[in-house]
């Protein structure tokens, strides 16, 4: 059903459980795949959390405390947004680690950001990291491929902040 994430999903789950860590997720345009990827793994209770599906500004606000400055500063798409909303999770669901997913998936540009742009979010040990992609396709690739990134820049933040 996933294939198009390789072995990423099964590493993650492994290395987090070798680690004794758990994982949260918000997620804005990838609307629950990077959640549905970790708990399509056999095990995946050990260490995942729960998820957000935050796709409107008002549910990145209310449920993981973006600021409505960002929001009007910077927009939903954007590297602060992606910030906050991997913090807010973090924060919310006393997780290890957490990974935020915005962006445009199309198939139109958004708050006048080209299609494609997507901001992932990690925060891990009290240290938010975040990865700009321009990623191209239709809207159900680039969500794909949304997704693929996420679960590699998690496992990057782990293996570079033992």
Known sequence: MVDYLGC???????????????????????????ASAIVNISGASDIFKEGYITYSNEAKERILGVKHETLEKYKAVSAETAAQMAEGAVRISKADISVSVTGVAG????????VGLVYIGCC?????????????????TIRCQSTKEALKFVLDIIKTNR
């Not at 198939?107 to 080209?114: L, V």
């Not at 891990?124 to 396709?137: A, F, I, P, R, W």
């Open 8 to 34: 990423l999903d099964k590493a993650l789950v492994e290395t987090l459980k070798n680690k004794s860590l758990t994982i949260t997720t918000a997620e804005s345009c990838t609307g629950g795949m990077v």
């Open 124 to 140: 891990y040990k009290g240290e938010t990291h975040v990865k700009e992609c321009d990623l191209s396709g239709d809207r159900h």
């Open 107 to 114: 198939p139109s540009r958004e708050d006048d950001k080209p």
